[in-house]
């Protein structure tokens, strides 16, 4: 058994890997442990994931156990799992979060787990002793614990901060993580804006999302997502909603699409994950949202047989339209 | 005001005395149709859950008879039955509908909202006609509750099951009538004695059956197919965990003192899913934990399509399943679902149940499960 100093912890390059890696990246190697994230979703990984889940899952949460069941294999102390419950007052994230570690425990050969309860609607006290159990499973101090959850907040917003300037999400990780460096961004003169919606871990995710942002970039469109508007402005256009949206993601989209139709952005594309219970109801709101405003909205509704082709297709379809529409 | 709500089993009866007796007008939405299930396919957004497409289906239906006001709960999450109400309405305004809609909901920013609406429906009317409104209706919901659960224990044991039927729904049709606390109880408890006086057939009931599962698709006959009403005519005894008034009592006159009861759900649920999960995730593990060491046959899960807390319960349910040796069949219902399809699997479960019963004792001959013959009994055909 390794000591504390280079314990091996898992963390499988999924769902809340997206929107938290950094955080558990700066926790854990301050508390001196060696991190192996699984490798970027693929064929092989997602297809493990699909026969190891239930069919009526969504996409993403197969890919999740997918990436789960390849670190099993990688000699680890232990797996990184948090039970995502809430990370905002009022809020939850999907009952599919609240349940992971629950409906993956008996997968076969799987490394002990480390999955604390992260709920704010607990109150700030239960989140802080989350932070300490899970520090304590390393053997750390609390006065250490604390230091290294600082560390995390720190590079978690360092991470934001980067998602706001509109790097995509693994490089971001990856200038974050190395402690920051230069970022050319290619600066083109896009006459069509298209503002792209979806779950961080839908649209960040090019093997799952069949690299839709690049395609949209790479035809010289513009795209802004939800990450690139500021927290407070998302807020503040979600509140405009008559009753509060108590997903945090839904409230990214609701947030962002008000304020894409308020900016006037030429189109709106929404990745929804298939039988994704928050995007049936999210992608229905955009779209009536959009079609109220006459904003041309593109709903790709995505699951494992989605097939790129079609998706090519539709997209093409979709951006051709914009660009006849802005010329007219 | 002229007032409608959606179809949720038996429902109707408890609330349309309540809004009645408060002076409103109550137009129910017509029985589920297929048509009602178009409707709300067709306008619903298209993942979205099969009960609120129903929900939408009868809205229209019930604005094209007249109602001029929706009541419709709504909810804190996680669950999508939290925004039920609100995406319905965004649908029914550009469909272009004239309509109202309140929503009471409990959510800590619509406290105040919540107040005014419960006010509204009360209508200007003194607190003693109002409590004796609240009273009625609750009794009803009492009769509903102790009505459904004697049909479902007594439907897979009479030799004639349709007649079964038959008492019940008229004893319903008794408690929908009566003006009084003293009338229901009567309808009740002579309902109750009809059904049990019913001749008992040899070898029955087949088996015994759990249903757990999501609320809406187990309360709902048009939801699940007739899915309770199937089983009794093959001979099972039914056992539900869920019921319109106990989830009333536990959720709306219970809410602040549901501790014990939530702890006593984590506790059977536990080691198998150790979070609430919204809806009625946790519960479906806990009663079929509970079912199986009660030493029922088998149990079967049923959801809506995409339902999220569910697909958490249905995730955890096969290692109960092996743990305690028990069967549990999910059924995972949508638009598409087809009355054979659900009538092929339902025998097949019961077979096997009785089956596995029978290889327990070996004296037993293995009983035959009376074949389904379609269309007895069943009147609210919704999906063919």
């Given at each position: 058994?390794?000591?504390?100093?280079?314990?091996?912890?898992?963390?499988?390059?999924?769902?809340?890997?997206?929107?938290?890696?950094?955080?558990?990246?700066?926790?854990?190697?301050?508390?001196?442990?060696?991190?192996?994230?699984?490798?970027?979703?693929?064929?092989?990984?997602?297809?493990?994931?699909?026969?190891?889940?239930?069919?009526?899952?969504?996409?993403?949460?197969?890919?999740?156990?997918?990436?789960v069941?390849?670190?099993?294999?990688?000699?680890?102390?232990?797996?990184?799992?948090p039970?995502?419950?809430?990370?905002?007052?009022?809020?939850?994230?999907?009952?599919?979060?609240?349940?992971?570690?629950?409906?993956?425990?008996?997968?076969?050969?799987?490394?002990?787990?480390?999955?604390?309860?992260?709920?704010i609607?607990?109150?700030?006290?239960?989140?802080?002793?989350?932070?300490?159990?899970?520090?304590?499973?390393?053997?750390?101090?609390?006065?250490?614990i604390?230091?290294?959850?600082?560390?995390?907040t720190?590079?978690?917003?360092?991470?934001?901060?980067?998602?706001?300037?509109?790097?995509?999400?693994e490089?971001?990780?990856?200038?974050?993580?190395?402690?920051?460096?230069?970022?050319n961004?290619?600066?083109h003169?896009?006459e069509?804006?298209?503002?792209?919606l979806?779950?961080?871990?839908l649209?960040?995710?090019?093997?799952?999302?069949?690299?839709?942002?690049?395609?949209?970039?790479?035809?010289?469109?513009?795209?802004?997502?939800?990450?690139?508007?500021?927290?407070?402005?998302?807020?503040?256009k979600?509140?405009?909603?008559?009753?509060?949206?108590?997903?945090?993601?839904?409230?990214?989209?609701?947030?962002?699409?008000?304020?894409?139709?308020e900016?006037?952005?030429?189109?709106?594309?929404?990745?929804?994950?298939?039988g994704?219970?928050?995007?049936s109801?999210?992608?229905?709101?955009?779209?009536?949202?959009?079609?109220?405003?006459?904003?041309?909205?593109?709903?790709?509704?995505?699951?494992?047989?989605?097939?790129?082709?079609?998706?090519?297709t539709?997209?093409?379809?979709?951006?051709?339209?914009?660009?006849?529409?802005?010329?007219? | 005001?002229?007032?409608?709500?959606?179809?949720?089993?038996n429902?109707?009866?408890?609330l349309?005395?309540?809004?009645?007796?408060?002076?409103?007008?109550?137009?129910?939405?017509?029985?589920?149709?297929?048509?009602?299930?178009?409707?709300?396919?067709?306008?619903?957004?298209?993942?979205?859950?099969?009960p609120l497409k129903?929900n939408?289906?009868?809205?229209?239906?019930?604005l094209?008879?007249?109602?001029?006001?929706?009541?419709?709960?709504?909810?804190?999450?996680?669950?999508?039955?939290?925004?039920?109400?609100?995406?319905?309405?965004?649908?029914?305004?550009?469909?272009?509908?004239?309509?109202?809609?309140?929503?009471?909901d409990p959510?800590?920013?619509?406290?105040?909202?919540?107040?005014?609406?419960?006010?509204?429906?009360?209508?200007?009317?003194?607190?003693?006609?109002?409590l004796?409104?609240?009273?009625?209706?609750?009794?009803?919901?009492?009769?509903?509750?102790?009505?459904?659960k004697?049909?479902l224990?007594?439907?897979?044991?009479?030799s004639?099951?349709?007649?079964?039927?038959?008492?019940?729904?008229?004893?319903?049709?008794?408690?929908?009538?009566?003006?009084?606390?003293?009338?229901?109880?009567v309808?009740?408890?002579?309902?109750?004695?009809?059904?049990?006086?019913?001749?008992?057939?040899?070898g029955?009931?087949?088996?015994?059956?759990?249903?757990v599962?999501?609320?809406?698709?187990?309360?709902e006959?048009s939801?699940?197919?007739?899915?309770?009403?199937?089983?009794?005519?093959?001979?099972?005894?039914?056992t539900?965990?869920?019921?319109?008034?106990?989830?009333?009592?536990?959720?709306?006159?219970?809410?602040a003192?549901?501790?014990?009861?939530?702890?006593?759900?984590?506790?059977?649920?536990?080691?198998?899913?150790?979070?609430?999960?919204?809806?009625?995730g946790?519960?479906?593990?806990?009663?079929?934990?509970?079912?199986?060491?009660?030493?029922?046959d088998?149990?079967?899960?049923?959801?809506?399509?995409?339902?999220?807390p569910?697909?958490v319960?249905?995730?955890?349910?096969?290692?109960?399943?092996?743990?305690?040796?028990?069967p549990?069949?999910t059924?995972?219902?949508d638009?598409?679902?087809?009355?054979?399809?659900?009538?092929?699997?339902?025998?097949?479960?019961?077979?096997?149940?009785?089956?596995?019963?029978?290889?327990?004792?070996?004296?037993?001959?293995?009983?035959?499960?009376?074949?389904?013959?379609?269309?007895?009994?069943?009147?609210?055909?919704?999906?063919?």
């Open positions: 058994m390794t000591g504390r100093l280079g314990t091996r912890i898992g963390i499988p390059r999924a769902l809340g890997y997206y929107d938290f890696y950094p955080m558990w990246h700066g926790f854990f190697t301050e508390l001196g442990a060696e991190l192996v994230v699984s490798a970027p979703s693929s064929k092989e990984i997602v297809n493990e994931g699909i026969k190891a889940a239930v069919d009526g899952t969504c996409l993403p949460v197969k890919a999740f156990y997918g990436h069941i390849s670190l099993c294999s990688a000699k680890l102390d232990f797996i990184f799992m039970r995502l419950v809430s990370v905002a007052e009022r809020e939850f994230i999907c009952p599919k979060f609240m349940g992971i570690p629950d409906t993956l425990s008996n997968i076969e050969g799987l490394p002990k787990v480390i999955s604390p309860v992260i709920n609607n607990r109150g700030p006290l239960a989140f802080a002793r989350a932070v300490m159990d899970t520090g304590r499973v390393l053997g750390a101090s609390p006065i250490a604390l230091r290294a959850y600082n560390k995390g720190r590079m978690l917003s360092v991470y934001r901060k980067y998602l706001l300037e509109g790097t995509p999400s490089q971001a990780i990856q200038l974050t993580v190395s402690g920051g460096g230069t970022l961004r290619a600066r003169s896009a069509i804006t298209v503002g792209l979806g779950h961080s871990y649209i960040h995710d090019p093997y799952v999302s069949m690299g839709i942002h690049r395609k949209l970039t790479s035809v010289g469109i513009r795209v802004i997502t939800p990450d690139m508007l500021p927290e407070e402005v998302i807020l503040r979600a509140n405009e909603w008559p009753k509060k949206m108590f997903w945090t993601s839904g409230r990214k989209m609701l947030g962002s699409v008000l304020k894409f139709l900016d006037k952005v030429d189109g709106i594309i929404y990745v929804a994950a298939f994704c219970g928050t995007d109801f999210t992608g229905e709101l955009v779209q009536r949202y959009a079609n109220r405003l006459k904003t041309p909205c593109l709903l790709l509704n995505i699951d494992e047989h989605t097939g790129e082709a079609g998706l090519v539709r997209l093409e379809a979709f951006t051709d339209m914009l660009v006849w529409g802005s010329k007219r | 005001m002229k007032i409608t709500f959606p179809a949720m089993g429902i109707w009866i408890p349309k005395s309540l809004f009645e007796d408060l002076g409103h007008e109550v137009i129910l939405p017509p029985p589920c149709t297929k048509r009602t299930l178009s409707l709300g396919t067709k306008y619903g957004p298209e993942s979205a859950c099969l129903i939408i289906g009868n809205y229209i239906e019930a094209e008879k007249g109602a001029e006001t929706i009541v419709m709960a709504g909810g804190v999450g996680p669950c999508r039955f939290g925004f039920y109400a609100q995406v319905a309405k965004e649908i029914l305004t550009d469909l272009g509908y004239d309509f109202e809609m309140i929503v009471l959510a800590v920013d619509k406290r105040p909202e919540l107040v005014e609406q419960l006010r509204r429906l009360g209508s200007g009317n003194k607190a003693g006609v109002v004796g409104a609240l009273r009625l209706a609750w009794e009803k919901f009492r009769a509903v509750d102790l009505l459904e004697t049909i224990e007594h439907r897979g044991r009479v004639d099951p349709k007649k079964a039927s038959a008492v019940y729904r008229r004893a319903l049709a008794q408690v929908d009538r009566s003006a009084s606390v003293k009338d229901a109880k309808a009740v408890s002579n309902g109750i004695q009809e059904i049990k006086a019913l001749p008992g057939a040899p029955r009931p087949a088996a015994h059956v759990g249903i599962g999501e609320i809406y698709t187990v309360l006959p939801a699940s197919l007739n899915l309770e009403e199937c089983l009794g005519y093959m001979g099972a005894r039914v539900r965990t869920m019921f319109i008034g106990e989830w009333v009592w536990h959720h709306v006159i219970l809410s003192l549901n501790g014990r009861r939530r702890r006593r759900l984590r506790r059977l649920a536990h080691p198998y899913l150790n979070h609430f999960v919204g809806g009625h946790l519960e479906s593990v806990a009663h079929t934990v509970e079912l199986a060491r009660e030493g029922i088998g149990v079967i899960h049923i959801l809506p399509f995409t339902c999220m569910e697909i319960a249905q995730s955890i349910l096969p290692r109960v399943s092996r743990d305690y040796e028990i549990v069949m059924v995972v219902v638009e598409h679902t087809g009355e054979a399809g659900m009538i092929t699997r339902l025998e097949a479960f019961l077979e096997l149940i009785v089956r596995k019963r029978a290889s327990g004792v070996s004296e037993v001959g293995r009983e035959r499960i009376p074949r389904y013959r379609r269309g007895v009994g069943v009147d609210q055909p919704c999906h063919n």
